[in-house]
């Protein structure tokens, strides 16, 4: 079993600048691909950033070149800096990650509202 622990979320105005990060623990386990999935009122769940295990990135049009997600070996941690934030990035975010088995596993989600 893996848990996800997110930190790093809150209330920031537009232009400014919040970092996620995402505490992975749990029984030894090997990491497929490790990201963030954000949620809106309303909308569905979309993929904001993830990172595989060849240390390849995807990032949505709407977040390239605003957010950049970078990954802690040595402390299971992932970590989402989000720059030039909007308040279309408002939403919860959720970390995941996914095991060469193909099971996946979930954070409980941290808020980030963007003020305009």
């Known amino acids: 079993q893996v848990q996800l622990v997110e930190s790093g979320g809150g209330l920031v105005q537009a232009g400014g600048s919040l970092r996620l990060s995402c505490a992975a623990s749990g029984s030894t386990f090997s990491i497929n691909a490790i990201g963030w999935y954000r949620q809106a009122p309303g909308k569905q769940r979309e993929l904001v950033a993830a990172?595989?295990?060849?240390?390849?990135?995807n990032y949505p049009d709407s977040v390239k070149g605003r957010f950049t997600i970078s990954r802690d070996n040595a402390k299971n941690t992932v970590y989402l800096q989000m720059n030039s934030l909007k308040p279309e990035d408002t939403a919860v975010y959720y970390c995941?990650?996914?095991?060469?088995?193909?099971?996946?596993?979930w954070g409980q989600g941290t808020q980030v509202t963007v003020s305009s």
């Open positions: 995941f990650l996914i095991v060469p088995e193909g099971m996946d596993y």
């Open positions: 990172i595989s295990s060849d240390r390849s990135t």
